[in-house]
Structures are given as C-alpha cells and as structure tokens.
C-alpha cells in the first residue's frame, strides 16, 4: 500500500518562504510522477505544480509559477515543494499525490491521482 506522509507546514508572514516535504514508501517512488495540491478555506482542492518521475519536467498552476519549486529525491523517496514569496492567499492545506499508473503526463486534476497523503496547514498571515 503506497503511503505519503507531509510535512513542513506552519504560520509564516507575507513574503516568507516553507519548504513542504513528503514522505512516499510502498512502491518504486522514482518509477512514478508526483504532484501537489492545496484546498484553502471554503474553496475546492487545486493543483499546485507536478513533476515527472526523475524531475526532469515540471509544471505549474499560474498562481505560484515564479514562486515556487518541486523538486524530488529519489535516494530518499520524498518529493519537495519549495515556496517562496508567500502570500496570505497560498494559506491553505497542502497535499501529496502519486498516481497509479507510471509515465509522464501532465496531470492537473485531483481524480488523476490515486493516492494522497493527510495534508500539511500553511497559514499565512498578512
């Protein structure tokens, strides 16, 4: 059973930087693309940025291009979102994703994914 397990959240000021990682065990972490996501208060879940499975490719929601980075370490199984310049709008529960089925592709929608870790609080205050 494929596991992930976040962390890194906290409360940070406007303008400030977190670095999210999340822990993957279960299967061959490098064989498979891995994504991020967030859910803000009141708001449906939305895709971050994802990236393929020896970080070669990335991509990124338009809201946090220029802002923040995933990035992964397959000796350590674990897939990081680096998020700088931080806005009080980024606040939100940050989650982990992994597909089920290998390959690249680009996958925005949360139904493209299979499992999920239990997500991280970032809050930022303004």
């Known amino acids: 059973q494929v596991q992930l397990v976040e962390s890194g959240g906290g409360l940070v000021q406007a303008g400030g930087s977190l670095r999210l990682s999340c822990a993957a065990s279960?299967?061959?972490?490098?064989?498979?693309?891995m994504g991020w996501f967030r859910r803000a208060p009141g708001k449906e879940r939305e895709f971050v940025a994802t990236?393929?499975?020896?970080?070669?490719?990335?991509y990124y929601a338009d809201s946090v291009k220029g802002r923040f980075t995933i990035s992964r370490d397959n000796a350590k199984n674990t897939v990081y979102l680096q998020m700088n310049s931080l806005k009080p709008e980024d606040t939100a529960v940050y989650y982990c994703a992994a597909p089920s089925t290998a390959g690249w592709v680009i996958r925005m929608k949360d139904d493209e994914y299979t499992y999920w870790g239990q997500g991280t609080q970032v809050t930022v205050s303004s």
């Open positions: 279960g299967r061959t972490f490098s064989s498979y693309a």
């Open positions: 990236i393929d499975w020896n970080g070669g490719d990335t």
